[in-house]
């Protein structure tokens, strides 16, 4: 069973950032892959961003170029640096782990095993 603990949301105004953290425990986090994924109302989960035990790192195009995902495997937490804030980027955020995201598919919720409670992210314009 693997636990994980977002954190790092808040409200920004447009252009700001934000950086998201997820801390897990329960597992080998090292051989874990992760994605975050968000949440708006009436809008269904869309994958932001995936990365594999490797470092392999995936993107939605609507974040590319202003989200980063990372991993520290010492610290069993991964990031997602998020610069540029957009109001479309406001949602809840959720992190994931699974065993193995490929390329089709990183943003697909049925990948992943095991999910966070969220943190909130709020941009104003």
């Known amino acids: 069973q693997v636990q994980l603990v977002e954190s790092g949301g808040g409200s920004v105004q447009a252009g700001g950032s934000l950086r998201l953290s997820c801390a897990a425990s329960?597992?080998?986090?090292?051989?874990?892959?992760l994605g975050w994924f968000r949440e708006a109302p009436g809008k269904e989960r869309e994958g932001v961003a995936g990365?594999?035990?490797?470092?392999?790192?995936r993107y939605a195009d609507s974040v590319k170029g202003r989200f980063t995902i990372s991993r520290d495997n010492a610290k069993n937490t991964a990031y997602l640096q998020m610069n540029s804030l957009k109001p479309e980027d406001t949602a809840m955020y959720y992190c994931a782990t699974g065993d193995y995201i490929g390329d089709t598919s990183w943003d697909l919720g049925a990948t992943y095993d095991f999910w966070g409670r969220g943190t909130q992210v709020t941009v104003a314009s």
């Open positions: 329960g597992y080998t986090f090292s051989r874990l892959s």
């Open positions: 990365i594999d035990s490797v470092g392999n790192t």
